[in-house]
């Protein structure tokens, strides 16, 4: 009968740990659509999961800014996702990073 009490508690206290994580996914995806939307940016992944994005200034000119994934990861908070959902973000924020996706 306790082990049942305790199985059942855990068992909720995951399903609303799911939920929180799941909460951030979509905070997170919002925000890399809102990025993506802002400041234009297009983006050529190169090895090592590094990233170059060309922004483009209000001159009108190219600027070069160099980010790794472990980069954009802390700025984020995903470094305390877990792994899966991380790779999650990742595959997604580099679809919408090399495929000009309309975004809205």
Not at 76 to 98: C, D
Request: proline share 3%; aromatic share 6%.
């Amino acid at each position: 009968m306790l082990q049942k009490h305790i199985l059942e508690v855990e068992m909720r206290r995951c399903g609303e740990e799911l939920r929180q994580s799941h909460s951030k996914v979509e905070a997170l995806e919002k925000e890399l659509k809102t990025m993506v939307q802002a400041e234009r940016l297009s983006c050529i992944v190169g090895p090592q999961d590094a990233a170059i994005f060309l922004c483009q200034t209000t001159m009108g000119r190219s600027e070069q800014t160099p980010w790794t994934w472990c980069d954009l990861t802390n700025r984020l908070g995903l470094s305390r996702l877990v792994p899966s959902t991380q790779s999650y973000i990742s595959s997604k924020y580099s679809a919408m990073m090399n495929y000009d996706v309309d975004m809205s």
